[in-house]
């Protein structure tokens, strides 16, 4: 099986070393560390990961505009946004930008490896997030549902 890349966009270097540590014996996952201080794109350019790791908190521009900014520009790269507190409007801008995975922070060593992993192979765990807050999908289904209006309302048109 190939490596898989993933770099770690995290403010705290002792957070990312900690992910970096822990998957010391897991000789396919290539770890990356960056700072939202430096230039992801060269990072990103110079690495091809097929996985990004982003802090949701990281400071300006912040870790939804630079998972919008990184997904545009970077389309085949799949993102995992991470969390320190997990709320439903967050989950719920984190699947209007198109990340594959939204992750607690507090998750163990299992669980980030095996949504990595997931996410690398095309699979969205987010899926999961979303059917196990009701109060999102109903949010999403309706923002769907307002679009699909609009879109008929231009057509008649």
Request: charge should be negative.
């Amino acid at each position: 099986m190939a490596n898989i890349k993933v770099v770690i966009i995290d403010e705290q270097p002792f957070f990312r070393a900690g992910v970096k540590q822990a998957f010391i014996d897991q000789f396919d996952l290539e770890i990356v560390e960056a700072s939202p201080d430096d230039n992801l794109k060269v990072i990103i350019e110079n690495n091809s990961p097929e996985v990004v790791l982003l802090d949701i908190g990281s400071p300006s521009p912040g870790g939804l505009e630079t998972g919008r900014k990184l997904l545009r520009r970077y389309p085949a790269t799949r993102l995992v946004m991470m969390t320190s507190v997990v709320s439903n409007d967050e989950l719920f801008e984190v699947i209007r930008i198109g990340a594959a995975a939204y992750l607690d922070k507090k998750a163990n060593t299992i669980e980030l490896e095996t949504v990595i992993r997931r996410v690398a192979r095309g699979e969205y765990p987010i899926n999961d997030s979303l059917l196990a807050t009701p109060n999102v999908a109903e949010h999403v289904l309706k923002q769907f549902q307002e679009m699909a209006s609009m879109g008929m309302a231009v057509e008649s048109n």
